[in-house]
């Protein structure tokens, strides 16, 4: 029955179909299937298999990665609600765009992915001034700050990720806090993301979902 | 080929190429050569008192000779068929041959059909009577010249902005302009010499007298976008570039009146700028709201400029909501393999042949003056994609339902230029997504819903152009009976129009903008949900 679900939700994910994915998973648990499988078996193996894809195809359509992510985010938290203990989440992301940058879509699908992954998200904005950055990842105790910045002036400027890295630097916050970066002049100069004092970047929002959870489980390991 | 509903074709051959003209009846063939690339010389207003604009006709249905080509045509060139293009008429078709073209210029007028009706004259004014409507796009300039004491508009042109040799959009243009003093001054320089050039361009051809006829002009009114009339006036910029500043009122500063004269030869011309609302709204959509007269019918009224920075107002019965929103640029060609503004050669509209037996699906296009497809302008865009959708060659995701490749589907096999791609339809979904969201969040923030549009004013990159129901099937306008909707041309320049020749309607700016109120749309709760949710090639949602 499982490989069933799985194939049919895969389709409608491929078509960015939220109507029908959405079917797809009242159906499987009117069948019997618990929200706890529905996310681990079907939803979380999709959003992989898309990552995976996207490595193969890096012209995939960007208006289908933003529905895919859609869709994903909102049938895991429909899902989670109906779990039967809160779940575990692998851990937490405070993410916003530099100060000076109001374009929010990119890190929409990031978002999407990141829950869809089990990923607490918390979510400061546009335009998010460095000090608020690092001070919320305390507040709120995440491990991942993650910035977003999609013109060269708000990626490479003083107020942006290069500031939050000084700030982490200046209170001594660097071991506990991991900062990662992405947006359009990333894509265009790969080596940018270390130069503004980022630990890790992605192409898309889909692979910074992944590039993140590995970076969360990497800490984890360190901690050990 | 199909083109526009006229049944008069003017075939006009040229050293490089032929191409086919549809002629309105009573139109002289100067006027329709002067909105294409293939001008006519001239010097005078098209009176026959030059003589310059020689062309030869070569066979057709035309007026016979006038009086002044009896007088400027000597007898053996009569003989041949050459004839005055400003005295000729066409009767029916006809074909003629451009053997001495004027030397290539960015400037052509712009068509009759797209200006508004004169909205007004001076009659009392007694010296410098002419003045310069001026609309300052990030991608074309509009210029209308007018005399302003008969209230008649003389001529019109359209070129594009020089200012893209520094980026094609805004952003990229003031970041140019704040990191280097010199390169502020040159974009400054660059679209003042822009707008003296259409005016120049307009004397010597129109009136036949520049330097003295500059002298006699007494106003010129300059709308635009902010960052356009910053980098005009080269004040504000810096503040423009803080989001902090989006929404406030930016203060592009009055025109350095001696300078400006001294550059432009205009000694006389009062230089008038309509402030702007705020960093992201400009003073062309207050000139949009006073041609389409937004504010004088019932609440419900929505307007909707779409050009490299898209501007939307709603008229709610007591205030202007404003607002901009970034979409726009694929509409204009940006981002688009065979994207092109609306120009010859651009293909405006598509349609699917009716499938006859056992035929391949085959589609029909409309260019612009009928040449040979070179690309799709907005409305080609936007009808290409509801064609394939219909046909199934596309499916809603935006995935093509057998991939095409990387050189795209071809409309017409014969023609690579005809050609969509994969990321044509996804730069399409995330366009008219942006322009929809932007739509119903405006919408919805004033208490009302698709169904409460009265009317909805589209203006801007589309021209006459688009088909409202195509646009409607993809999901870019709203589901509301089609009749509401209304398409204007160079609404920004008939706005400018009424402020140049009426003291009341220039004051009617400074009013629109005390009634306005703005959003910016990256604040605004629930744009970035709807945007996700319209991506979907198919019609918007009845509810908001």
């Given at each position: 029955m499982i490989d069933k679900i799985i194939k049919a939700y895969n389709e409608a994910v491929f078509e960015t179909d939220k109507e029908a994915a959405f079917a797809v998973v009242y159906a499987a648990m009117a069948e019997g299937l618990s929200a706890e499988d529905i996310v681990f078996k079907v939803v979380i193996p999709a959003i992989e298999e898309m990552m995976a894809n996207i490595t193969r195809d890096?012209?995939?359509n960007l208006a289908q990665h933003f529905m895919t992510a859609q869709i994903a985010a909102e049938v895991t938290e429909k899902m989670l609600e109906k779990f039967q203990q809160p779940p575990e989440m692998i851990g937490r992301v405070v993410i916003g765009t530099a100060a000076?940058?109001?374009?929010?879509?990119?890190k929409r699908i990031v978002m999407g992915c990141l829950k869809a992954l089990m990923v607490d998200v918390v979510d400061l904005g546009v335009n998010v001034p460095p000090e608020r950055f690092v001070d919320e990842a305390l507040a709120r105790e995440a491990q991942i700050i993650a910035v977003s910045a999609m013109m060269v002036h708000t990626a490479t400027?003083?107020?942006?990720a290069r500031r939050v890295r000084q700030i982490l630097r200046e209170r001594g916050l660097e071991d506990r806090f991991r900062l990662v970066v992405g947006g359009a002049p990333y894509r265009f100069d790969n080596e940018l993301y270390q130069s503004v004092g980022a630990d890790g970047w992605a192409a898309d929002g889909l692979s910074a979902g992944k590039m993140i959870v590995d970076m969360i489980r990497g800490m984890k390991r360190e901690a050990v | 080929m199909p083109t526009g509903s006229s049944s008069i074709t003017l075939t006009v051959h040229a050293e490089s190429e032929s191409i086919r003209l549809q002629v309105r009846a009573g139109e002289s063939v100067r006027d329709v050569l002067d909105a294409t690339e293939h001008r006519v010389r001239a010097?005078?207003?098209?009176?026959?008192?030059?003589?310059?604009?020689v062309v030869r006709l070569l066979g057709g249905a035309v007026n016979p000779l006038t009086l002044a080509e009896y007088s400027k045509l000597p007898p053996e060139e009569r003989a041949a068929g050459v004839r005055l293009a400003c005295q000729l008429r066409l009767r029916g078709d006809a074909e003629i041959m451009l053997d001495h073209p004027a030397p290539p210029s960015c400037w052509m007028s712009i068509p009759a059909q797209d200006l508004a009706p004169a909205?007004?004259?001076?009659?009392?004014?007694?010296?410098?009577?002419y003045g310069v409507a001026v609309d300052?796009?990030?991608t074309h300039i509009r210029v209308a010249f007018w005399d302003r004491k008969q209230g008649k508009r003389i001529a019109t042109r359209r070129g594009p902005?020089?200012?893209?040799?520094?980026?094609?959009?805004v952003l990229n243009r003031l970041d140019a302009a704040l990191n280097r003093a010199e390169h502020a001054s040159e974009l400054a320089m660059l679209a003042r010499s822009a707008i003296v050039h259409a005016v120049r361009d307009i004397l010597a051809?129109?009136?036949?007298?520049v330097t003295p006829m500059l002298a006699e002009i007494g106003e010129v009114v300059v709308v635009g976008n902010t960052a356009m009339l910053a980098l005009l006036a080269e004040h504000g910029g810096d503040a423009l570039i803080?989001?902090?500043?989006?929404?406030t009122p930016i203060?592009?500063?009055?025109?350095l009146h001696d300078a400006w004269h001294a550059q432009w030869f205009m000694p006389n011309a009062r230089i008038v700028m309509p402030a702007p609302v705020a960093g992201f709204i400009g003073s062309d959509l207050l000139a949009d709201i006073v041609a389409t007269r937004l504010?004088?019918?019932?609440?419900?009224a929505m307007l909707i400029d779409v050009g490299t920075n898209t501007e939307i107002a709603l008229w709610d019965g007591a205030q202007l909501q404003l607002t901009s929103a970034p979409g726009g640029p694929a509409f204009e060609?940006?981002?688009?393999?065979?994207g092109m503004v609306?120009?010859?050669?651009?293909?405006?509209r598509v349609s699917a042949l009716p499938?006859?037996?056992?035929a391949a699906l085959s589609f029909q296009f409309a260019t612009i003056a009928d040449e040979a497809a070179r690309g799709f302008c907005g409305s080609g865009l936007t009808d290409a994609i509801a064609v394939l959708l219909r046909a199934g060659i596309l499916k809603q995701s935006g995935?093509?339902?057998?991939?095409?490749?990387?050189e795209g589907y071809c409309?017409?096999?014969?023609?690579?230029?005809?050609a969509i791609t994969s990321s044509d339809v996804d730069a399409f979904q995330r366009a008219k997504a942006s322009l929809a969201a932007a739509m119903a969040t405006l919408l919805h923030r004033a208490?009302?819903?698709?169904?409460?549009?009265t009317r909805l004013c589209i203006c801007g990159a589309f021209g006459h152009q688009l088909d409202i129901e195509n646009a409607q099937a993809v999901g870019?306008?709203?589901?509301?009976?089609?009749?509401r909707i209304e398409l204007f041309a160079d609404a920004s320049l008939a706005g400018c129009e009424r402020a140049l020749l009426d003291p009341e309607e220039a004051a009617l700016f400074d009013q629109k903008r005390a009634q306005s109120r703005t959003l910016n749309l990256s604040l605004a709760e629930g744009y970035d949900d709807r945007y996700i949710n319209y991506l979907r090639l198919r019609p918007l949602p009845t509810a908001l």
């Open positions: 890096p012209d995939a000076g940058d109001l374009h929010s879509l990119g400027g003083e107020n942006g | 010097a005078c207003g098209g009176t026959g008192a030059c003589g310059a604009c909205p007004a004259a001076r009659p009392g004014l007694t010296r410098h009577i300052l796009g990030t902005n020089p200012q893209a040799s520094f980026g094609a959009d051809r129109d009136v036949g007298e803080d989001p902090a500043n989006w929404q203060d592009c500063a009055a025109p504010t004088e019918g019932p609440s419900g060609g940006v981002g688009i393999r065979h609306a120009e010859t050669g651009a293909i405006f499938l006859a037996e056992s995935r093509f339902a057998v991939t095409p490749g990387p409309l017409d096999p014969e023609n690579p230029r005809t208490g009302m819903t698709w169904a409460d549009l870019f306008l709203p589901p509301i009976d089609p009749a």
